[in-house]
């Protein structure tokens, strides 16, 4: 069964950082663009970072600098590591895989910045 993994998420401090990981268990990983979304109460899911099959990212532009995606193809992970968080990017974040027509998401795991 294909499945998509979160870890990482919990309660931080502002100014604080965390490390979400994914691990995937699919087959051919490395062909899968990889990516972060978010979604807080009341607004849409919003895309936060994507890592293509070659390596390319894309970050929402709000965050770039603060955020930073990244895949293991030898481990099928891939992470997004946190920095400088603040309370706006208080949601559930969920792990997502595509290839082709084929889109799979995690459960997802809520982080809260709140002091």
């Known amino acids: 069964q294909v499945q998509l993994v979160e870890s990482g998420g919990g309660l931080v401090q502002p100014g604080g950082s965390l490390r979400l990981s994914c691990a995937a268990s699919l087959r051919m990983f490395s062909i899968y663009a990889m990516g972060w979304y978010r979604q807080a109460p009341g607004k849409q899911r919003e895309l936060v970072a994507a890592?293509?099959?070659?390596?390319?990212?894309n970050y929402l532009d709000s965050l770039k600098g603060r955020f930073t995606i990244s895949r293991d193809n030898a481990k099928n992970t891939v992470s997004l590591q946190m920095n400088s968080l603040k309370p706006e990017d208080t949601a559930v974040y969920y792990c997502n895989a595509k290839y082709s027509n084929i889109q799979l998401w995690g459960q997802g795991t809520q982080i809260t910045v709140s002091s």
């Open positions: 890592i293509t099959s070659g390596g390319s990212t």
